[in-house]
């Protein structure tokens, strides 16, 4: 785990150590609900909670893949992952994503996020990768890994 506060000029000596593991996060029905309702993804096995008790191989409904993977910008910022003396964070996409495990309705899950790596872009910024594997409380398999890019402007 870093050790000390993060800065732009100490984040390259950070590359490949964990930055923290962050706050819990319920995945419950009405956040469900709302994330399909602004993204417009309706699918029965996220939404109708009787058809996917009766149905789903899950028991019950499952968080969208893309809710948990959304959760990564506020884990970011909430643990803090980011340099203090950064005026801008950029979200400069993803190299990797893997959904590895359904998050089912009610359960809760945290990020531990892992700097691998860090390159110059010039102009003082820096493009930051960090490797996020978002744990499911009491499971086994992390719901998914990612690979997240970070752009940080001085």
């Known amino acids: 785990m870093a050790s000390m506060a993060l800065t732009m000029e100490n984040l390259p000596r950070q590359v490949g150590t964990e930055l923290g593991v962050t706050d819990w996060v319920t995945c419950d029905q009405s956040r469900i609900q709302a994330f399909a309702d602004c ?80 390159a110059d872009k010039g102009h003082g910024r820096i493009l930051a990768t960090m490797e996020h594997t978002v744990e499911i409380e009491g499971e086994t398999k992390p719901a998914l890994i990612a690979e997240f890019l970070v752009m940080f402007a001085p």
């Open 39 to 118: 993204t417009q993804d309706r699918q029965w096995i996220h939404v109708d909670v009787e058809r996917a008790k009766a149905e789903s191989p899950y028991g019950g409904p499952i968080a969208h893949g893309m809710l948990t993977l959304s959760l990564l910008p506020h884990w970011l910022f909430a643990l803090p992952a980011v340099p203090a003396d950064a005026k801008a964070v950029i979200n400069y996409g993803f190299d990797k994503v893997r959904f590895i495990a359904p998050v089912r309705a009610g359960a809760r899950v945290r990020s531990h996020i892992k700097l691998t790596n860090v």
